[in-house]
């Protein structure tokens, strides 16, 4: 996309943005992402920061606006849960206290649901029987982790072929703005795998961290999160359209510890499997990924393993209410990331950092929900349509109630995976 002007913000982003740079000066990092004009950025950084019970007093009244503006449904829809979260964060800035599970609800559109034990159980049983060898199954998961890291170098050589691959797909699926574009940084020192910073434009800087082993055999759904058709293409097109086109100027700014987060770490989680079907998926281990670091792998166990570890997923969501809700010591909720996540103990500390961290302690259930809630609506439609229902979510406003009323309309199953009768 040819970077322009950004366009003028209607009063009522206008208002959001202050807002949000308002909430910004209490809390660094809460704009995760700004490409709109620079007045409101400069204006909220003049001066003493406003009060939070200013704040507070601002982001209601907001909502009543919102509520009684003349706009269309899904824009009062999106900025009605965005508003709600941010009302949280001014009474948290004023000193109300909020139990862990009722803080996560409020500030995500969303239950945070804990995962029972015995589905972690029955998925490191299926890996007993995947991963090669016997004994502790979460040594063996480290050892066959271990042979699949790579040196930053290595990654990179990779991120060169993989990139322009999933970009195709994703092409292929729906249309991206001209111009975009993604680059490759490896960092250090983060609570997090990997990130998006979305310069604006159509520009994305992805950074992956390499204080945590990089899997190659992971690579591929990592750059697919990130990247295409992940965050960076959804910022985009929302950029694109929803921005410069409609002018929904909420969309010139991202805010972390709010509704639009779980949509999109859902996209973000569902990436790799809404290009890749599973065969294909194979296809591009076996003849991308494992020639590249001379590994001998079979493709479809690989695959096999990365499924039954998706049952893992709402490990760090259980861990996050044993430290937040019931108040655990580090150590303990240290021991269940070790043995339900099947990591090393490095990486337990490490995921332990992202769980205590005061900005991202609540951010942790916005992808296991996000993947849940998201996957839903898509398992619901026949597969022909899929694609297109992707396409919605990239390019156009959406809440998770709003997701929660398409599953209900469709007469989905809309409680928890993990508590769904099998299949079998």
């Not at 009684?68 to 941010?86: C, D, H, N, S």
């Not at 040196?151 to 990779?158: H, Q, Y």
């Not at 759904?221 to 359209?241: D, F, N, R, T, W």
């Not at 022909?384 to 809440?399: G, K, P, W």
């Amino acid at each position: 996309m040819t970077t322009t002007t950004p366009p003028p913000l209607d009063p009522i982003a206008q208002e959001y943005a202050a807002l949000a740079f308002g909430i910004e000066r209490h809390i660094p990092g809460y704009v995760d992402a700004y490409v709109g004009p620079p007045e409101p950025r400069h204006e909220a950084a003049a001066g003493e920061p406003a009060a939070p019970a200013e704040l507070l007093a601002t982001a209601r009244q907001l909502a009543i606006q919102v509520a009684e503006a003349p706009i269309p449904e899904e824009r009062v829809g999106f900025l009605t849960a965005q508003l709600a979260a941010m009302i949280t964060i001014c009474r948290k800035l004023t000193g109300e206290e909020f139990a862990y599970s009722d803080e996560v609800r409020l500030l995500f559109d969303i239950e945070p649901t804990r995962t029972p034990e015995a589905t972690f159980d029955a998925a490191i049983t299926a890996l007993d029987r995947l991963l090669p060898g016997r004994g502790d199954v979460a040594e063996r998961m480290i050892a066959w982790r271990q042979l699949r890291q790579v040196t930053p170098e290595t990654a990179r050589r990779l991120i060169d072929l993989l990139v322009p691959e999933i970009r195709r797909r994703t092409q292929a699926m729906v249309e991206l703005p001209p111009g975009e574009e993604v680059e490759f940084r490896f960092v250090t020192d983060q609570p997090w795998s990997g990130y998006n910073w979305f310069l604006g434009g159509g520009r994305s800087r992805v950074e992956l961290n390499t204080d945590l082993p990089i899997d190659a055999s992971r690579l591929p759904g990592l750059l697919c999160h990130e990247a295409y058709p992940g965050h960076h293409v959804e910022h985009s097109l929302k950029e694109a359209i929803l921005y410069h086109v409609q002018g929904r100027g909420e969309h010139a700014i991202h805010l972390i510890n709010t509704p639009e987060c779980v949509i999109s770490e859902g996209i973000a989680t569902l990436a790799e499997v809404a290009i890749f079907p599973p065969e294909e998926s194979i296809r591009v281990r076996a003849e991308v990924v494992f020639p590249a670091i001379g590994l001998a792998a079979d493709p479809a166990q690989e695959v096999a393993i990365g499924q039954a570890l998706g049952a893992l997923r709402g490990v760090a969501g259980n861990a996050a209410l044993l430290r937040h809700e019931e108040g655990r010591p580090a150590a303990e909720v240290i021991d269940f990331l070790r043995r339900y996540g099947l990591v090393s103990d490095g990486e337990a500390q490490q995921r332990l950092r992202f769980i205590d961290d005061p900005l991202w302690r609540p951010y942790i259930f916005t992808y296991h929900a996000g993947h849940d809630l998201l996957g839903a609506w898509l398992e619901a439609a026949p597969p022909a349509s899929r694609s297109a229902r992707f396409r919605r979510l990239l390019t156009e406003q959406v809440s998770p109630s709003q997701v929660g009323r398409w599953l209900a309309a469709d007469g989905a199953d809309l409680s928890p995976p993990s508590t769904r009768p099998s299949p079998d």
